[in-house]
């Protein structure tokens, strides 16, 4: 043995492969990432789209209850336009509760991403 020599080699095979695996890993979670902010996006339009029919039918039934009040439409007709209100806050309800579950899952994963970092740091 020489001056200089390598006195052991290491197989870089073990530290290339995690490496390859973290990469693979990271590529899959930014897809995920994004697709949850599309999904964002698409939820948010979603309750715009909500509101707007809620307050069409909100309006509708304003329109029907001084009909009603002067028997000009029928019970009937009146207590559907309630329940068209009640079904119309109960899909906006629904659409804010899938976006709050969305913007979980896109907060949480920048928030374990961000203590993920911090630990390496």
Known sequence: MQKGDPLVTLDRTD???AFEKAKT???A???QTRQQMINSKQLQANIDVKKTAL????????????LGAANLIGR???QH?????????????VAIQ?????????????LE????????H
């Open 98 to 110: 899938q976006y709050n579950a969305n913007q979980a899952i896109v907060l949480g994963t920048r």
């Open 55 to 66: 307050a069409q039918a909100q309006a509708d039934l304003n329109r029907r209850i001084p």
């Open 25 to 27: 890993q990271l590529a």
């Open 15 to 17: 530290a290339q492969q």
């Open 113 to 120: 991403r961000s203590r993920r970092c911090s630990r390496r």
């Open 81 to 93: 336009a309630r329940d068209t209100v009640a079904s119309a806050q109960a899909e906006l309800d």
């Open 76 to 78: 009937e007709e009146l």
């Open 29 to 31: 979670s930014v897809r």
